[in-house]
């Protein structure tokens, strides 16, 4: 009895001592998370060929809504509707999904910046109905291009 006693708190002692660093080693420590979401969201909205007065450049800055997004106030709210709903508007559309074989236009976008703390680089068009489903999803950050 004493053995075993004497042979698992060896065993114990070796497993810790391979466990924990020896002493002066140099360790990296883990990423500190960054506070990102107090930060603002920016983004850059180039669209066109919509067919409207809305083709152009435009800043969308939110918190508080700005820059010259022709509605940046009703943008931003759509923004934050996404992300509490946990929504990736950037997100392209899934590989293989299935579309139907729509045509809603000419128009394209491309939406750069920053958005809930990360990197955007996104393009919209309407060639089929997937993407005409995600440029709505994402109105009126983009125009709306319906009649």
């Known amino acids: 009895?004493?053995?075993?006693?004497?042979?698992?708190a060896t065993v114990s002692a070796a497993a810790l001592a391979c466990a924990m660093p020896a002493a002066g080693a140099v360790t990296s420590p883990l990423p500190l998370p960054v506070p990102l979401l107090d930060a603002p969201d920016r983004l850059m909205v180039v669209v066109s060929e919509t067919?409207?007065?809305?083709?152009g450049r435009y800043r969308l800055k939110c918190a508080p809504a700005g820059g010259t997004h022709p509605s940046a106030k009703s943008a931003c709210e759509r923004l934050d509707e996404l992300a509490r709903q946990n929504h990736d508007p950037f997100a392209p559309v899934p590989?293989?999904?299935m579309c139907t074989q729509q045509f809603g236009g000419p128009a394209t976008a491309r939406i750069t910046g920053t958005w809930q703390g990360r990197r955007v680089d996104a393009t919209?068009?309407?060639?089929?109905?997937?993407?005409?489903?995600r440029w709505q999803i994402?109105?009126?950050v983009l125009p709306n291009?319906?009649?």
């Open 1 to 8: 009895m004493l053995r075993r006693l004497v042979v698992t």
């Open 51 to 55: 067919g409207t007065r809305t083709d």
């Open 95 to 97: 590989a293989g999904q």
């Open 124 to 133: 919209f068009n309407r060639s089929d109905g997937c993407e005409i489903r």
């Open 138 to 140: 994402l109105e009126p």
């Open 145 to 147: 291009t319906r009649s």
